[in-house]
């Protein structure tokens, strides 16, 4: 590559030729300040504020336009390029709202109300506290006399998806005509003209209509507030709100990414994706409850993307592409039992196997995969599914152990085991709490499930009554039809909206002919002739429980009795722990442990899943096992890093196109086994996607990451302090405001004071974790202070250093 050397601001820099002055200040890190100019756009010039000198040209040149040159003599700072500047920036500012950037109280101001009386269309937008524009003004300098801003009385859109528009507020830089164009190819923005004022936008009445894909990448180059995403960004969790697909998933798998792998016919890389975050792929696809779903940005367009079924789509075209890049650390020495082998107990030991440890499981029944093999119905969960990714686990160099019942936790430590984990479910099933409860024919649904999947012979009549609102209750009832029961009613105490049952569950179980009755209680069971005759009462919902969901309470008078075979009480379930396990529990058996080290009360015993949380999902219980091997991994004196890449990253293709029936796509449908077949016994009701649906489904996308791949744009150089005592003796003996910020430039903390030098002395006595400080003069020191910290919180939602406890005195 041809390089150039030229001196900038009197340093002598290297460049690649064909460089424009502004790139080059961007890469040299020096700030050169811009509106219309964006790293991944090509020139515009329009804003005219990159002005530099270039030694031999007349006059000022726009930084954008001129290449680097060998010999090149710039400057980018000098009286007559700040003037030109503050000229420029002020034709700007003639037709965009600036009142409040000059307001001497608009720091932590809401804007909501003006102690000036400024009318609400002459302030500033609702990005104010992160605003482009406003940084590039107290940089350049606002001129005393530029004109105000008067409304134009553009359009203002509220009613499209995701954003909203105020063509006011727009300064015509071109930006988001360009990303739409030239980087995503879809061009749905253009130049508007309305009054004599010129703006962006839609080139249709809606952005529908303009072939928009809704990507965002528009919203993100905005410099203006003309474009705003209507959800705020969640202060320093921009994925939140931006990716929320991503950040829904409890164990972090990059959602979008693999989604769009799919798309793009990658299929064994796709798998490579999720498998970075969890070793049950395919096993999620049939059963994971998708909290990624219902938070899809598609779903506001229409219906979200059907994100389990292609998970569970690729799982099933795995070729083994990722164990290319799967590493093992070294044997540490370290022994590790786990007991317990559901989601969370194997995901532990997969991980901390992967870190080296020599890791053996114990299991109490006959096979491995606690309640995904003991309480999911294979209809749900073919057994060769869940087999074959056990065996991965196992190939790694996992030792389990079935049928071996952990008493004494003791008695592993003298075999030499270093820590413990203990993941044994919940699985003991709940009782009614009613008379005539231990009926032989009364049984609990965790119980019943358990012994229908571990191929026990089970009967119950041919009218069943299964008792509860829940999955396990969805799942028994289910299982008793495919039992050869004629006649199964679900009985819940609150209406179905109260039901924990997944939503799509339940309505499987009503098209397989479960009657559903709400809000109505079992009072007594009482046994005759070898019938079962049950006692009801109704129920009105009162006042909420603890739990949020309105508590159900009996209606005087409204008892009723019906007959069953048999009854099914899915009411709740616990963990069962041995006595001599010697670790505290809680309410409802559950075992304590400290939140973020998984640690019980006991040296070297960590304990996770359903047996922490209560019953829980598969995904729930397979985070909180990536937690516990992290955890245990640091307590033997490892890193505790589990995080990898198993498949090469490769360069995103921002292109999307323009598609003009994209947005006309259809959620792909999951072809299902007819009811005939379904009712004959377990086999599969989701028959999957095929090849050229989940292709078709996973084109749906609307890519809301590719807007977080965009460059970030430099800002004007912040003005911190190195945190020394050299540079604190510097410091004026006067009022003001200082702020301490960490090695990463994190704000640690903003106070006031009467004597900067000396409060600031204080602070580096104390040892104080701060790497860098910046600070003001500023007699009025207490209302300045309340000032920066109302604008800090604002923008993070949190006060400096992470805590709360200062609210209060701010307030």
């Known amino acids: 590559m041809e390089t150039v050397t030229l001196s900038l601001d009197q340093e002598q820099v290297t460049a690649p030729a064909g460089l424009s002055l502004l790139q080059l200040a961007w890469k040299e890190g020096k700030y050169i300040p811009s509106l219309c100019a964006h790293p991944d756009l090509s020139p515009e010039g329009s804003c005219q504020l990159c002005l530099v000198e270039v030694e031999g040209e007349a006059g ?55 102690s ?77 003209e309305e009054n004599g004022h010129i703006y962006m936008g839609p080139i249709a009445d809606t952005l529908e209509a303009s072939g928009c894909k809704f ?75 998708h909290p990624c779903e219902p938070v899809c940005r598609r779903g506001k367009i229409d219906e979200p993307i059907s994100i389990c079924s292609l998970k569970r789509f690729a799982a099933s075209r795995d070729t083994g592409l990722w164990k290319e890049k799967a590493n093992f650390a070294p044997a540490t020495g370290k022994k590790v039992g786990v007991i317990g082998s559901g989601p969370a107990g194997l995901t532990t030991a997969y991980y901390l196997v992967r870190k080296g440890h020599d890791v053996t499981v114990f299991e109490a029944y006959p096979e491995p995969g606690g309640m995904l093999r003991t309480g999911i119905p294979e209809y749900r969960l073919p057994r060769q599914v869940l087999d074959k990714e056990i065996q991965e686990i196992v190939d790694a160099g996992v030792k389990i152990q079935s049928g071996c019942r952990v008493e004494d936790l003791d008695a592993l430590f003298a075999e030499g085991f270093d820590a413990l984990f203990l993941a044994v479910g919940a699985h003991q099933g ?10 032989p024919k009364v049984m609990d649904g965790v119980r019943f499930l358990r012994r229908v999947n571990l191929g026990e012979k089970v009967s119950v009549g041919q009218k069943v009554a299964v008792i509860g609102g829940g999955n396990v209750a969805i799942d028994a009832a289910r299982a008793a039809r495919r039992l050869g029961t004629r006649e199964v009613t679900l009985i819940y105490r609150r209406s179905r909206t109260e039901m924990p049952a997944f939503p799509h569950e339940v309505e499987e179980a009503i098209h397989e002919g479960i009657t559903l009755e709400f809000l109505t209680a079992p009072v007594s069971v009482l046994s005759t002739n070898g019938n079962l005759r049950v006692e009801f009462v109704r129920m009105e919902l009162g006042e909420p429980d603890e739990s949020g969901r309105r508590r159900p309470v009996p209606l005087a008078g409204s008892e009723y009795t019906r007959e069953f075979d048999a009854v099914i009480a899915a009411i709740g379930q616990r963990p069962e722990i041995p006595d001599h396990f010697q670790v505290s529990l809680g309410k409802g058996d559950i075992l304590e442990v400290h939140r973020d080290t998984l640690k019980t009360n006991r040296e070297r015993v960590f304990a996770g899943g359903d047996a922490v949380s209560g019953p829980a999902s598969v995904i729930e219980a397979i985070a909180m ?88 744009l430099p800002h004007p150089p912040a003005r911190w302090l190195e945190f020394t005592a050299e540079q604190v003796a510097l410091v004026p003996e006067v009022e003001g405001v200082f702020e301490l910020l960490d090695e990463e430039k994190n704000v640690l903390a903003i106070s006031g004071t009467p004597n900067l030098r000396q409060s600031l002395t204080e602070k580096l006595q104390e040892n104080s974790p701060a790497r860098y400080f910046t600070f003001e003069e500023e007699p009025m020191y207490t209302q300045r202070e309340s000032e920066l910290l109302q604008q800090y919180l604002q923008q993070h939602g949190e006060m400096p250093g992470g805590g709360a406890s200062d609210l209060d005195d701010l307030f």
């Open 430 to 439: 709940s009782k009614l709490g009613v008379s005539g409860q231990d009926s």
């Open 625 to 712: 096992g990536r937690t516990a091997a992290s955890v245990i991994d640091r307590s033997l004196g490892g890193d505790g890093n589990i995080d990898e890449s198993l498949v090469d990253s490769e360069d995103t293709n921002s292109f999307l196109g323009r598609e003009e029936d994209f947005l006309a796509r259809v959620r792909a449908e999951m072809p299902t086994l007819s009811l005939a077949e379904r009712l004959t016994g377990f086999p599969l009701v989701e028959l999957g996607l095929d090849e050229k649906a989940a292709m078709a489904e996973a084109s749906r996308c609307l890519r809301c990451d590719l807007r977080l791949d965009l460059a970030p």
């Open 116 to 192: 000036y009386g400024i009318p609400v269309e002459e302030r500033c937008c609702s990005i104010f506290n992160d605003c482009e524009i406003r940084r590039a003004s107290d940089y350049v300098g606002i001129k005393n006399d530029t004109p105000r801003y008067v409304h134009r009385g553009l359009p203002v859109v509220h009613d499209e998806p995701f954003y909203n528009l105020d063509f006011n507020l727009c300064i015509a830089c071109d930006r988001c005509v360009r990303v739409c164009r030239d980087v995503r190819g879809v061009g749905a923005l253009g130049t508007r």
């Open 215 to 289: 990507c965002g990448s528009c919203v993100e180059v905005c410099p203006s507030g003309s474009l705003l995403d209507k959800v705020a960004e969640v202060p320093g969790k921009v994925e939140t709100s931006l990716v929320p697909c991503r950040e829904a998933c409890p164990a972090g798998i990059d959602v979008p990414r693999y989604v769009r792998l799919i798309a793009e016919g990658k299929f064994p890389d796709a798998v490579a994706v999720i498998r970075e975050k969890v070793p049950f792929p395919e096993v999620l696809g049939y059963v994971c409850y």
């Open 60 to 114: 000022l040149v726009r930084a954008c336009d001129v290449k680097v040159q060998a010999g090149m003599v710039v400057r980018t700072e000098s009286p007559a390029i700040a003037a030109a500047r503050q000229d420029n920036l002020a034709k700007i500012l003639a037709n965009h709202p600036h009142v409040c950037l000059t307001c001497p109280q608009r720091e932590g101001c809401s804007r909501t109300t003006c």
